[in-house]
């Protein structure tokens, strides 16, 4: 009863007339985003992070969580009429979303992709309301070592788990932590991995990094694949009367709820993300059709459409457990979220609901509110979303080279940052071009500091035993999740890698589309 309390408190703040407008500004901005192929949640919220700096910390959390679910919902929008995922979770939505546009179904395909996600993002706020505080008042009781368990159980999930190598997923990591320790060792004040350059000795940004790797770099690489030509999008035809008819709904609404309850619980989980939680959902969508629902699979199944969207988007919700109550990101996003609530020195984890509780409730507020505000902005506004989709790759992305220049300049107001962007710019291209996933870097960067500090206070308090890192029960509890979620992470990713061949299998050309 105090939970819902404390959420009543928390729309009392949402409500107010200038966090509606901070969480309109985030809905616009992230739907917006979301539409732009090869432009995610992620690096948006890294390029606005330097010019959200004058905002109060409430006002500014709102926005980057109106920024995440928005980017969830454009992102369908392009994968149904342009047949080009804006992420990797909008693939299985451009398999049968663009096959039922080119039918001329693209209106229904957008409804029920649009009802779907607020359906899905309504359901996961409601259990991350009431999951969330008793996850939270649990993780109270862990120490120093159990910190410590944790944080090898990110490193290693994040770092072996993301990415189609385990090997580059974990050179990334390395990569993060290296960053991280770069600077002066705030124990000995001795200057570690600084190559002698007084410039490093207060080490790298990590707003600068994050602009680097998701703005700079992935702008570089998408920029570096694009085709020429005009951008071909499938108009949307008919009134509201051809969105969604009575067939429609009868086929959707259980998917809609398949899809919110098979993508949470997967969101919650390391690694788990919502890439798989959709093609999940597709899986279960194409073994439960029968008759001539299931031979339509493939050739623009609205199954097919409605639940991995609604996957989609209770995984982003399902993130989100994770991130506020451990403070620990499982996704690229939910890292970059984490960064803003540092920039606050704001530290998400167990007291985060004690120290925080205000800024907590209201965030989760604006996610009910944010939902509300997309549904009724994404279907009418479906218009403005195409007109989106033509702006010209080069003025696109050459804004965003601008944008995250001065974003970089703005951290510190020095040339030298701006050259660091660079750095780490083409870095992030490099690794992309040789497929070495980014966010194990980023969360190895973010982490680092905190299992340093940790690991040295667990053995400080044992005088030096590392036996004592897995002696209490909590600890090796911890531990044995972690092979369990190894197993299940292997197999989830078995069935999606199954599901990726099996379809693009069965329609080669189309899956020279998607994958273009």
Known sequence: MDNFYALLEGFSVAMQPIYLLYALGGVLVGTAVGVLPGIGPAMTVALLMPITYSLEPTAAIIVFAGIYYGGMYGGSTTSILLNTPGESASIVTALEGNRMAKAGRGAAALATAAIGSFIAGTIATVLLSFVAPYVAAFAVQIGPVEYVALMVVAFLTVGALLGASVLRGLASLGLGLFLA??????????QRYTFGSPFLADGIDVVLVAVGLFALGEALYVASRLRHGPVKVIPV???????MKKEDWKRSWKPWLRGTFIGFPIGTMPAGGADVATFLSYAAEKKLAKGTHKKQFGRGAIEGVAGPESANNAAAAGVLVPLL????????????????????NIQPGPLLFEVEGALVWALIASLYVGNLMLLVLNLPLVGIWVKILQIPRPYLYAGILVFAALGAFSVNFTPVDVFVLLVIGVLGFVM?????PIAPLVVGMILGPIFESQL?????????????????????G????????FVLSFWMKKRQRLMESATLDDESPRGKEVSA
Do not use: C, E, K, N
């Not at 320790?181 to 001795?190: N, R």
């Not at 206070?457 to 036996?467: E, K, N």
């Not at 911890?478 to 979620?485: A, C, G, K, M």
């Open 181 to 190: 320790f770069m600077g002066v060792d705030l124990m000995t004040g001795q």
């Open 237 to 243: 035809t008919g009134g509201w009367t051809s969105w």
């Open 325 to 344: 109550t451990l403070g620990i990101p499982t996704t690229a996003t939910a890292a970059m979220m984490l960064v803003a609530f540092q920039r606050y």
């Open 432 to 436: 992309r071009r040789y497929g070495y």
């Open 456 to 476: 040295r206070r667990s053995l400080a308090i044992s005088q030096g035993d590392p036996l004592a890192l897995v002696s209490t029960p909590i600890a090796a």
């Open 478 to 485: 911890i531990y044995i999740s972690l092979v369990v979620i």
